[in-house]
């Protein structure tokens, strides 16, 4: 869900089951600066959130494994009322994460989704839109392209390297 919506970690975790719109590949979220924001998504995440969600109808969408200690119980609106398990943090699942990817973090996830969406010719106003970066500069930082887009790019645009049909 992370790469699919290109979202920070935070808006993606703090998602209620009731956020998501399953129908329309959509969940409503609120973004840095605490506006609330629609996070699109494609069909990798509509395929595994059933089994994230495992019939589970309110409560956070993100678990983590096992209830909360006793001594440090969270807010009853990051409590699961079916399991009594806590809300993942962000910590737990950037641990997970790291662990999973032998130290990919993330954030990486983010950078790379808006890395492929540039390369595959998206505008910056659709990556502006899609990373809900307010400012042209923001977002700079995060789409370096690969160095085999730019080389398609430049063989892309190369007149005498395209062969030209020939009629008849």
Same mark, same amino acid.
């Given at each position: 869900?992370?790469?699919?919506?290109?979202?920070?970690?935070?808006?993606?975790l703090?998602?209620?089951?009731?956020?998501?719109?399953?129908?329309?590949?959509?969940?409503?979220?609120?973004?840095?600066?605490?506006?609330?924001?629609?996070? $699109?998504?494609?069909?990798g995440?509509?395929?595994?959130?059933?089994r994230?969600?495992?019939?589970?109808?309110?409560?956070?969408v993100?678990?983590?494994?096992?209830?909360?200690?006793?001594?440090?119980?969270p807010?009853?609106?990051?409590?699961?009322?079916?399991?009594g $398990?806590?809300?993942?943090?962000?910590?737990?699942?950037?641990a997970?994460?790291?662990?999973?990817? #032998?130290?990919?973090?993330? #954030?990486?996830?983010?950078?790379?989704?808006?890395?492929?969406?540039?390369?595959?010719?998206?505008?910056?106003?659709?990556?502006?839109?899609?990373?809900?970066?307010a400012?042209?500069?923001?977002?700079?930082?995060?789409?370096?392209?690969?160095?085999?887009?730019?080389?398609?790019?430049?063989?892309?645009?190369d007149? $005498?390297?395209?062969?030209?049909?020939?009629d008849g």
């Amino acid at each position: 869900m992370l790469y699919e919506t290109a979202a920070r970690a935070e808006e993606v975790l703090r998602l209620d089951v009731g956020d998501l719109d399953l129908t329309n590949r959509t969940a409503r979220t609120i973004r840095k600066g605490g506006d609330r924001d629609t996070l $699109h998504y494609a069909s990798g995440t509509a395929r595994l959130l059933p089994r994230v969600l495992a019939g589970r109808d309110r409560g956070p969408v993100f678990l983590s494994s096992r209830p909360p200690r006793t001594d440090a119980l969270p807010a009853l609106s990051d409590l699961d009322p079916a399991t009594g $398990h806590a809300r993942l943090s962000y910590r737990q699942a950037s641990a997970l994460f790291t662990d999973a990817t #032998h130290g990919a973090t993330l #954030h990486q996830l983010r950078h790379s989704a808006l890395t492929h969406l540039a390369e595959t010719g998206a505008s910056s106003a659709l990556l502006m839109a899609k990373s809900r970066h307010a400012a042209l500069s923001s977002l700079q930082r995060y789409v370096a392209p690969s160095q085999t887009a730019v080389a398609q790019l430049t063989a892309g645009l190369d007149p $005498h390297g395209r062969r030209r049909k020939v009629d008849g």
